[in-house]
Structures are given as C-alpha cells and as structure tokens.
C-alpha cells in the first residue's frame, strides 16, 4: 500500500513507550530539563481516567503538555491524539519537536501507525525504556506487550541499572537481543541519557510493514470497553483510582501498600499525610518496590487530597477490597501523629 510521503518540513515525533514504571516520566523530565534548544510539545497519555503522569510532567511552556486519559493511544484514543498533535501544529507558533509519551500498556507501532496518513508528522525515532529490575517478569506475563515495545525500539533505554545485579543485567541484554538485533541500547540510572543519543532520528517508515499489529486490550475497570480494533487480545488491564480528601497515616498506607496482590502491577499518585500535612507527597509503586517523597511542594490554595491510581491484571482487581483497603488508611481524629522529619520513604512490597 502506498502512504504519503512526510513533508519536507514535518514536524519529527519521538515516541517514549516502556512498560508501566519503567522510568518514561522520568525520561521526559530529563528531556525537558536539557539544553535541547527545541520547541517542544509534549503529549502525555495515562490510560486511567486521573492523568497523575501529566501533573509529573514539568511544564514546558503553558499550554504545550497535553494530556490524553481514560484509555490507550493505541487504540481506543488513538484518534484523540491526531487532534490533539493538528491542533498543535496548526497553531500561530507551533512546535518544532514532538514528545509522545505513552501509557505502560500501549503498542508504539500503533501510535506510530496513526500517523501514517499525516503527511505533517514524520517519527523521528521510537524510544523504549526497559526496567533493568523487572523486565523479564513483565516478559513472562505479557510476552506480546514486550515483544512490541521492544521490537519496535530504535533505542532501548535500559534503566534501573543501579537495582539489577550484573547477571540479571546480562539476561536483560541476552532477552533485548533475541528480539530486536538492529535497536542501539543504552544502560542508565535515573534515564540520564545524553540528548544527542535521543534526538539522531534512527525511525524507518517501512519498519512496521514487517510487523504483526498487537493485540492488546485495555480498559478501566467497571467499564469493560471491548471496542479494540484488533480483537484477538494477548494481554488486559485495568485501573481502579481512589480519592480522599481526609489525611492518611503513613503507617497504614505502608501496610496497605505492602500487601497488595501482586496483580496489581503498579500504583501511582498523590497523597495527603495527617503525618505531614502541609506537604504534598508523591506515591510510586513499580514492582515489589515502593516509594513516597516529599518533593517540598506544599498545598497552597488547593484543598488537600490523596488521589491514586492503581493498574493491575483485568479480572484480578477487587476493587470493594481495594476500597476498604484504602479507607483503613485515613488517620483518624486522634491519631497523635508527631510530624515527620524525613522526606522519602522506601519499602517492598511482600508479594
Ligand atoms: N531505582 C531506580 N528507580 C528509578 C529509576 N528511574 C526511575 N525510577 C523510579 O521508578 C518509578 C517509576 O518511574 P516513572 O518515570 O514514573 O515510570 P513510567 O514509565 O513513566 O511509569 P508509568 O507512566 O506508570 O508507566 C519512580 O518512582 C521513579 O523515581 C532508576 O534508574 N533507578
């Protein structure tokens, strides 16, 4: 089949994909932080209906981080990101580059197939980033997922490196190299890559004829939309969100984080500590790990609240539990907190 051709002038698009936790968040921050000397507008897709990785998202300039909820730009809000990245484009002063991050569950070849008919838009290159930790458990419960995330890559950003041992990293390459044997790879902490190895381009149009689309659903749990394209499914997830505007103790919530199943793959999000309750605190949960830091921004003129959001195997979330589970967290009238002198706290889960 014949596409347009990208025009000279198309505006490149990276495409950031990675498994849930796998340090994307983290890659665009770096990005937007860095001496990139780009316009850049970035596009941030959450398939829950809260966004928590927008707000994670520095801004660049008011109005060039758009945020895409409550469903996968892979399939069921594919077409909101073409409008969204024209209206970027079509804009008195558009920008020169575009980010794309997507959420932990989707298919890049996808979203990158999405813009095959938008002669605007040309794919500069597709950056995956792969949990040095945690990769070949991902690999062995959504074998599909992974192939095409890394399949697809002309970068794998092999993160976490400061948590996998010499050996696990070794398989982690070994695992990579069976599958994409042309993709270069990178090890880093924190995904402190150099800019000049992200932006080189590297993306051939002709890549994802030779590819077989995925097949993967995703939806939001109590509302199972089965409206996927491509509907012989490999993999299914869901997401369940919880909101409080009462303070939590850190106590609690590190118990009820703890003992989660360990089909629930990842939660994320804000929280508000009786412990500490003019700081808001951030929540990462990636596997057995667990994470809350202060990150000294206080409430201000916002109402307070705790508000997570949690991915896990479809069918597996018993969401009333999870909702017990959450309440036994709020602190209480007399819980005699004392205030807390640390800022990050770490812990595994048990799982
Ligand atoms: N130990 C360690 N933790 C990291 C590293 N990079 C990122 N993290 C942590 O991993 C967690 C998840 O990082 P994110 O950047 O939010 O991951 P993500 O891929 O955007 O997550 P989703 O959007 O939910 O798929 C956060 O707690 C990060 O601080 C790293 O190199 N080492």
Known sequence: MDYPTPHADATPMTIITGFLGAGKTTLLNRILHG???????VLVNDFGSVNIDS?????VEAGDTIELSNGCICCTIRDDLKQAVLG??????????????????????????????????????????????????????????????????DLVIINKVDVAEADQLDRVHHYIRNINKKARTVEVVQADVPL??????????????????????????GHHHHDHEHSTHATIFETWSW???????????????????????????FVYLADRPDERALL?????????????????????????????????????????RFESTLAGQSSGLTRLAETAFSWLRRG
Do not use: C
Request: proline share 6%; charged share 20%.
């Open 35 to 41: 001496e990139h000397g780009l316009k850049l507008a």
């Open 284 to 324: 990462q949960v990636v596997g057995q790990r667990s994470n809350l830091t202060f990150t000294g921004e206080t409430w201000g003129a916002t109402q307070p609240y705790t508000q997570l959001v949690l991915i896990g195997k479809a069918g597996a979330m018993d969401t009333q539990a999870l909702q017990s």
């Open 196 to 221: 000049a190895v992200l932006f080189d381009g590297g993306y051939d149009p002709s890549r994802p004829e030779t590819l077989q689309p995925s097949e993967i659903h995703t939806h939001e749990a």
């Open 88 to 153: 970027l484009l079509a804009r008195e002063d558009p920008p020169t580059h575009l980010l794309v991050e997507t959420s932990g569950v989707s298919d890049p070849l996808e979203v990158a197939l999405t813009f095959k008919y938008t002669p605007q838009v040309r794919i500069d290159s597709i950056l995956t980033v792969v949990d040095a930790e945690n990769i070949l458990t991902v690999a062995d419960d959504h074998r599909v997922l992974a192939l095409n995330q890394i399949g697809m890559a």
């Open 243 to 269: 909101r409080s505007d009462q303070p939590l103790s850190l106590k609690s919530l590190q118990r009820a984080i703890e003992s989660l199943p360990t089909s629930i793959y990842r939660a994320k999000g």
């Open 55 to 59: 707000q994670l998202v520095t801004q």
